[in-house]
């Protein structure tokens, strides 16, 4: 899974995130915990972009 070095003018920005399109897929990879998300849809991304946010934060609080 080779992504592009810069996101294609499709893919959505999304703070944390480095987004790419890889065909008809979102994906999305979160630059602090550099976890991979994919989605079909942009608001689905963004749902599970701040899921990642969220858990990424109370792995932080809660060791």
């Keep these: 899974m080779d992504r592009p070095q810069t ?4 893919a ?3 703070s944390d995130f480095d987004v790419w399109r890889d065909g ?3 994906r999305g990879k979160h630059r602090v ?4 998300i994919e989605a079909d849809t942009v608001r689905r991304l963004e749902l599970l972009a701040s899921a990642v946010r969220i858990g990424t ?5 809660i060791p």
């Design 7 to 10: 996101p294609t003018a499709a």
């Design 57 to 61: 934060d109370i792995a932080r609080v």
């Design 12 to 14: 959505p920005e999304i």
């Design 33 to 36: 915990s550099s976890r991979t």
């Design 24 to 26: 008809e897929i979102l």
